[in-house]
């Protein structure tokens, strides 16, 4: 398998980037589009890239929120017949609160309703096609991290601290083992891993891909959390967009090798 970053932060030879991520995946016979970047930009560097965005088989949204889904509208026009999987838990409810104001952050409102008949919802362990799953989170507790990054869901008139129902890790078996890809791993980086590999007995986690939301926790955390990867055993990590430039050096330092950073046109074969 074959995967090229399409949005990310971090612009490259005269690629833009944007806050957001967009990664397009070819495996065995499928071509396979994670996110849509948070504006039209990824359509424009597919372009660029010589992605053929209207032969993509089909489309996964990783998670519900306005830098991974604004792209939505601009894919669907590209590509008349793909299916987009959303987890059940997505709804056009995400929040961030700053000194107690509520910031939207979801998917484009009305987007939902617009594009119904291309969306497919999904939940816990779900088979797309021979060797690629979708996953949702099992560990318990997320809403702990949700109150602690400030992100909130609104339900029915009343705030919840968001548990990231929303939010799916997308598989793909290979001779090397499970590469998974998590756009921002609010789930926890280390948890997705133990998820995965619960969720796939007797298979290994041998790449993690993705955003681990580090851009503002401390040095101590992240190094807490280069030594749970550690522990994991996973063999290969692909990481930026919300893991942030100082965090990404306390990774390497940690993880050396093992590490790489994700820039737009970056490719990665597996």
Not at 26 to 52: C, H, M, R, V, W
Not at 78 to 96: D, H, M, P, S, V
Not at 170 to 194: D, M, P, R, Y
Request: glycine residues 10%; neutral net charge; contains cysteine.
């Amino acid at each position: 398998m074959k995967a090229t970053v399409i949005v990310d932060n971090i612009e490259n030879k005269g690629l833009p980037g944007e806050w957001g991520l967009c990664i397009y995946i070819a495996y065995e016979d499928k071509k396979i589009l994670l996110d849509t970047g948070a504006s039209a930009l990824f359509a424009a560097n597919a372009k660029k890239l010589q992605i053929p965005l209207p032969d993509v088989d089909f489309a996964v949204l990783s998670h519900a929120h306005y830098d991974h889904a604004n792209g939505m509208g601009e894919f669907f026009e590209i590509n008349q017949r793909a299916k987009f999987y959303l987890q059940q838990g997505c709804a056009e409810n995400c929040y961030k609160k700053k000194w107690f104001l509520p910031i939207y952050i979801g998917i484009s409102r009305g987007f939902l309703t617009k594009y119904q008949d291309r969306i497919i919802y999904t939940s816990g362990n779900t088979d797309i096609c021979a060797g690629v799953r979708l996953l949702s989170h099992t560990t318990p507790n997320l809403q702990k991290i949700g109150k602690q990054e400030h992100m909130y869901q609104k339900r029915q008139g009343k705030w919840y601290p968001d548990d990231f129902s929303h939010e799916q890790s997308l598989i793909f078996e290979t001779a090397k083992g499970l590469v998974v890809f998590n756009s921002c791993s609010h789930g926890g980086a280390a948890n997705i891993i133990q998820e995965v590999e619960a969720a796939c007995p007797g298979q290994r986690v041998y790449a993690l891909i993705g955003g681990f939301h580090l851009y503002r926790k401390s040095e101590a955390e992240v190094r807490e959390l280069a030594k749970k990867l550690q522990d994991t055993g996973v063999s290969h990590i692909c990481t930026g967009h919300c893991t942030g430039e100082r965090a990404y050096g306390i990774l390497k330092e940690e993880l050396g090798e093992r590490l790489s950073q994700l820039h737009v046109g970056f490719e990665m074969e597996f």
